[in-house]
């Protein structure tokens, strides 16, 4: 767990609480370790856990049942977070996230972080504002793929 904190304490949002905020989420999470190809979660299945990838690569995918059965990919690796989008709000995952390689993953409840939130609006607050951060930057990259896929050989 000792690499998984350090990467924790320098990766955002976590390097901007103070360290009882910090000791809580690492006391909250347990690590898990997939295998290459083993599914985190599928898109529009339920779920309550959050992942942040401490090492290894993950892809996270949608499928598209328009525009020829297109599936869109974004990939990403240590320090990188997903299923976040759960803490601030209810539904269906939006996408399939895949571990592309051997990896390792510190995991939390939806709910641990919806009680550290209560018990700290502050970090609540600071939370919220980096999920909708980057489910909108995952937004903005899933639509320039799209957009080149589309227009791709159209001139």
């Given at each position: 767990m000792s690499k998984a904190k350090a990467l924790l304490e320098q990766s955002k949002p976590f390097n901007e609480f103070d360290d009882a905020i910090l000791s809580r989420?690492?006391?909250?999470?347990?690590?898990?370790?997939?295998?290459?190809?083993?599914?985190?979660?599928y898109e529009l299945s339920e779920g309550n856990e959050i992942y942040f990838i401490v090492t290894g690569e993950i892809?996270?995918?949608?499928?598209?049942?328009?525009?020829?059965?297109?599936?869109?990919?974004?990939?990403?690796?240590?320090?990188?977070?997903?299923?976040?989008?759960?803490?601030?709000?209810?539904?269906?995952?939006?996408?399939?996230?895949?571990?592309?390689?051997?990896?390792?993953?510190?995991?939390?409840?939806?709910?641990?972080?919806?009680?550290?939130a209560e018990d700290s609006p502050k970090t609540g607050y600071r939370l919220a504002i980096y999920a909708g951060q980057v489910l909108f930057a995952r937004v903005g990259e899933l639509r320039d793929h799209l957009i080149n896929d589309i227009s791709w050989g159209l001139e």
């Open positions: 989420f690492i006391a909250e999470a347990r690590e898990q370790e997939f295998s290459a190809g083993d599914v985190l979660f892809r996270m995918s949608v499928e598209l049942a328009s525009a020829y059965h297109m599936v869109e990919e974004i990939e990403g690796g240590p320090g990188e977070l997903v299923g976040e989008g759960r803490f601030i709000a209810d539904g269906p995952r939006p996408a399939t996230a895949t571990a592309t390689s051997d990896l390792t993953a510190l995991v939390w409840d939806v709910a641990a972080w919806k009680a550290i």
